[in-house]
């Protein structure tokens, strides 16, 4: 035959609760969910003292359950039943029902004020309604306090705090029942158990570590293991990397993340309205006119308060265009060119002139820099700019010419040279690099030197008068440079022997004139 059950509504004002040997006493309840979400919440019975945990069990409107589904606004009745044996000899004892979060199972919400229930007379004062506020669940919770008699430690006990960054130091209670005299602790974590009553021990490693505590008590002993009760949290760091963190619009940047931690959110924001909730994002900055950016990452992880946040900056530049002038562009060895940058929005300079021989000298990174050619060669001197933009000029260096002139006197033959001294040969050799030449042979005629002749050659000429002459050869090199060489010569004329006056009657009149002269 089932024993009287006693009950007891949480939301109702006794004056006496009492639960004899033999009896059944429930304890009626409500969960609410308060919370704007589902929730899942479990129950946990908790007994300190010598009651069994067989003589009790935890009803719900549902049926027996130990964990609920709660929908938004949802509310459940529960009742913890407990059945007295009328041959128990135990002493008192607290029985207490609270919920936790099923997802994290070490997140136990309040429970309520003590409520003592005595054999006799009234309690020391009246049951009440029990309401333990939270965003995700209205809690309603009692503590019964049965008053039996004798038996072994009743183990419990409490840790504080229960969560938090690595290295936590975490101070456990004792609050077993019974008077243990001895007491052994196993933390979890693989360290060397503990021996005193109210142990103080420092976990190093992140994670969740099971507590057990058994209490004794003569030869009677208790223990009692509570799974995950020790949370440990790696504290988060935010690092970052930007590559590159400076250059031109549109300037593509890509952040590698450096943070440490066990981060289970990313916030980027990027200082120009975007952001992001990526690893690694990459964000393309544009800009009009010089600009730095602010770039913030905050990373998250578990724990409350585990967020870590670093900012740094990202400098954009307009886009460069590159351009200079050079002053000569073309010349003779050695050829010293001024260079002028005249560049938009440039911000550092990297020039090659395209003269490896020169070694070292071959770069320069100042705006406007100099360089003296000293070989013969067409040379692409470069600009680059800060951002890639390029400019291109070529330069132009030649050998300077030289020149050897020379003038002999021609020898003569044939039967109608009637004269001696009218006629010279003229040579010349050239070096280095020429562009044009003419020849004055000084009496008013000039030859143009072509094609091969610009090298060397050799023209035979005729004056038409006695007299001295300056024969000049002027070359214009390719360069721009003038080189010129000079001979005298002096034009003689006399007959030669046999030749009569009326023998050359058909000679035209300067030869007639000059040799009347002669006369």
Known sequence: MAPDTQ???????????????????????????????????????????????????????????????????????????????????????????????????ETVFTTGPDVTVATGGKPPFPWKTVIIASSVVVLLAVILLIALSGGPPQVGFR??????????????????????????????????????????????????????????????????????????????????????AEGESP?????????????????????????????????????????????????TGAGAGNTNRLEQSITVHPKGK??????????????????????????GWKWNFGDVASGNANMATVPNPKHTFTKRGTYKVTLEIQGGA??????????????????????LGGIRILVIGSAWSIKWATTGDVASGVLDFGDGRKHRLTGKQLRSGAVTH??????????????????????SAQRRVAATWKAMPGVRVHDIKDIKGTFRKDLRLKK
Request: hydrophobic fraction near 35%; charge should be neutral; aromatic fraction near 8%.
């Open 159 to 244: 840790a504080d705090p229960l969560s938090g960054f690595a290295p936590l130091k975490v101070q456990f209670t004792d609050a077993s029942e019974g008077k243990p005299d001895k007491w052994q602790w196993n933390f979890g974590d693989g360290s060397p158990e503990a021996t005193t009553q109210n142990p103080e021990h420092v976990y190093t490693e992140p994670g969740k570590y099971a507590v057990m505590l058994k209490a004794s008590s003569g030869s009677k002993s208790d223990a009692n293991l509570v799974p995950n009760m020790i949370e440990v949290f790696s504290p988060v760091k935010a690092a970052f990397e930007p590559v590159p």
């Open 390 to 411: 390029k400019s291109t000029q070529t330069i132009q260096v030649f050998d300077k010419p030289t020149v050897k002139l020379t003038a002999t006197k021609a020898k």
């Open 7 to 105: 009950t007891y509504r949480v939301n109702a004002s006794q004056d006496r609760v009492r639960i004899d040997p033999g009896k059944a006493g429930e304890i009626q309840f409500t969960i609410t969910n308060s919370g704007d979400e589902p929730l899942d919440t479990g129950l946990k019975l908790n007994i300190d003292g010598d009651i069994r945990p067989e003589w009790c069990q935890v009803v719900t409107d549902r049926g027996e359950a130990r964990e609920l589904s709660l929908g938004t606004k949802e509310s459940v009745q529960a009742s913890v039943r407990i059945v007295v044996p009328d041959n128990a000899r135990v002493g008192a004892s607290k029985v207490s029902l609270t919920s936790y979060w099923v997802e994290k199972p």
């Open 251 to 299: 300037l593509e940047v890509a952040f590698r993340n450096n943070s440490t931690g066990e981060v289970d959110k990313f916030a980027w924001e990027f200082g120009d309205g975007k952001t992001s909730d990526e690893r690694e994002p990459t964000h393309t900055y544009t800009a009009d006119r010089d600009r730095t950016f602010k770039v913030v990452l905050q990373v």
């Open 322 to 347: 590159a351009s200079f002038r050079a002053q000569p562009t073309i010349g003779e060895v050695p050829l010293a060119v001024q260079f002028d940058d005249r560049s938009t929005n440039a911000r």
């Open 462 to 483: 005729t004056y038409a008068s006695p007299g001295a002459r300056v024969v000049k050869l002027v070359l214009k090199g390719r360069g721009g440079s003038t080189v």
